[in-house]
């Protein structure tokens, strides 16, 4: 039989280790494992609710009681902990997840189109303005497009013209220029009337430098129909060169020799850099070179599937890249294909 002494000391020992226990828990995990131990159902405390029959029976309220007391204990001092542990989680968190709404935010960089894209868009623009569709044509060409049906047959010394890239298979070449583009679409067209801008790039086997790349870029234009005068092509390309750069932009038309086109023509506009007093840029000509252009040749015409006693049609060609160069004063043409960030950020 134990006495009343006893059993009181040890409800005292179970509360105070219970008690000691809990002063070393620092988290809500530890809290848990803390309560299944010391309140759970094998706990010390529920021991002696679960002994209580073995007791003396005066003793038993008595004990009953004490037992109580030291479980309330035990539960009081549990939830304190508890909300002093979350408050703490609480805060914790707050500090991980904090936002400096202070802090300037990260500029977003925007991309902008390469000064090539934005001169040809305006170039599509200008003829579009002026009626003309766009009709795409293949950068990988015949030698039969880019010369023959070009009126450049083979052995011709006209192929001098085009320094040329040749591919492994047989009469497949990189085109040298957009004209081929003028057969294609004739050949779709034929007889309807054409009115067409054939944009793209072209290639040649060049040496590098400031004014020649291997790769460039080119816009055709082709206007076939009944009675197409030179008078027209004239027209049309002075008012183009205007609306591309500016009013009071001044041109001539210089005799030229083109095998596709007769009689063949060159466009000059007046040097942006000298106002035509003659300088380096223009080679103390006071003009500069925009496009070779001309009357569509009658055997051309043929080729493309048009009778050239009732049809006529001019033809034109142009640099992207030099008047690229022209409109924003640019010094180099290589500059247009290195990729460096620091010459595209300025357009
Ligand atoms: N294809 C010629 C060139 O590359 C330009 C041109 C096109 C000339 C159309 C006349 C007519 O140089």
Redesign the pocket.
């Known amino acids: 039989m134990t006495s009343k002494q006893t059993e009181l000391e040890k409800l005292a020992q179970i509360q105070s280790v219970a008690l000691d226990a809990l002063s070393g828990v620092v988290d809500l995990d530890a809290l848990e494992a803390w309560r299944v131990t010391h309140l759970g159902r094998s706990s010390a405390v529920m021991a002696v609710f679960s002994s209580m029959g073995s007791i003396d029976k005066e003793l038993r309220p008595l004990m009953g009681k004490a037992a109580n007391e030291v479980r309330q204990a035990l539960e009081a001092a549990l939830e304190e902990k508890r909300q002093t542990l979350e408050a703490v989680a609480l805060k914790q968190s707050l500090e991980v997840e904090k936002l400096d709404i202070t802090l300037p935010g990260r500029p977003v960089t925007r991309g902008r189109l390469h000064p090539l894209t934005q001169v040809l868009r305006q170039i599509t623009q200008i003829f579009g303005d002026m009626g003309f569709q766009v009709y795409p044509s293949p950068e990988v060409e015949t030698d039969d497009f880019n010369f023959t049906y070009?009126n450049m047959p083979p052995y011709h010394p006209a192929r001098d013209?085009?320094d040329t890239f040749y591919t492994t298979k047989d009469g497949v070449l990189l085109r040298?220029?957009?004209?081929p583009g003028?057969i294609r679409v004739m050949r779709a067209r034929a007889p309807e009337p054409i009115r067409v801008i054939l944009p793209g790039a072209?290639m040649r086997y060049e040496q590098l430098s400031a004014r020649s790349e291997i790769e460039f870029v080119?816009v055709?234009?082709?206007v076939v129909g009944k009675q197409v005068s030179f008078a027209e092509m004239k027209g049309t390309l002075d008012d183009f060169a205007r609306r591309l750069f500016g009013e009071d932009a001044r041109t001539r038309l210089r005799p030229?020799h083109?095998p596709?086109?007769e009689p063949?023509a060159e466009l000059d506009v007046g040097c942006f850099v000298c106002n035509g007093e003659g300088c380096p840029v223009c080679k103390e000509t006071g003009w500069l070179e925009i496009?070779?252009?001309?009357m569509?040749h009658p055997l051309v015409l043929e080729y493309g599937g048009y009778d050239p006693t009732i049809y006529s049609g001019f033809?034109?060609?142009?640099?992207v890249d030099r008047s690229t160069l022209m409109r924003y004063r640019i010094d180099d043409i290589r500059h247009f294909r290195n990729n460096d960030v620091r010459f595209l950020k300025q357009f």
Not at 176 to 179: G, N, P, Y
Not at 291 to 294: A, D, E, K, Q, W
């Open positions: 070009l013209m085009w040298t220029h957009t004209s003028q072209t080119q055709e234009v082709l030229s083109f596709f086109t063949s496009l070779g252009c001309g569509v033809a034109a060609g142009m640099g």
